[in-house]
């Protein structure tokens, strides 16, 4: 088994599997906005960049494959999916009701970082937090993106660590 999860910690598939998964879930929210006309709030944008930053640090890993920054790709996957995990919990707490906060239009981002202004369709923030829309069999959208980013969050900290410790 350490064989497998050494082998596969340095594997470019996995980085590339990361980056098509990442990409997917970009283009369903983008279905569910403009197809569905399923409105984002704040924290579903939230989300977008956490995936958008796990697909950046796939490519790169993909791009730049030295031992390293391997090691160095899967410790910022590591902490991209526990910020995803935390928006996700966020979301699934607005949307149940047992977490309650501001969830206005302002993402928040500094100003060097206006994505909303860059990229207005696919980061705007277009109504308030209060439900995510059903996926299949009464999932919520909330609902299966804590599912999966407690997955990669289990699955990344695990790779982090054989790659750690290949000889």
Known sequence: MNYLLRNMSHNRWYWLALLASGLCF????????YVLEELP?????HARIW?????????????????????????????????LLERSYQLVGTERGFIFGECGFDLGLPAWLAL?????????????CGYTP??????????????????????????????????
């Open 26 to 33: 970009i283009a369903i929210a983008l279905y569910y906005q």
């Open 41 to 45: 709030c704040v924290l579903c944008i």
């Open 51 to 83: 995936i958008l930053a796990i697909s950046l640090v796939a490519l790169l890993a993909l791009l730049l494959s030295h031992r390293w920054f391997n090691i160095i790709a899967h410790v910022l996957t590591v902490v991209c999916a526990a910020g």
């Open 116 to 128: 909303d202004d860059w990229l207005p369709a696919v980061f705007g923030v277009e109504t308030t």
């Open 134 to 167: 059903e996926l299949l069999f009464g999932i919520t959208m909330a609902d299966g993106l804590i599912v999966l980013s407690s997955a990669l969050v289990m699955i990344s900290l695990v790779l982090t660590i054989a790659a750690l410790v290949r000889q």
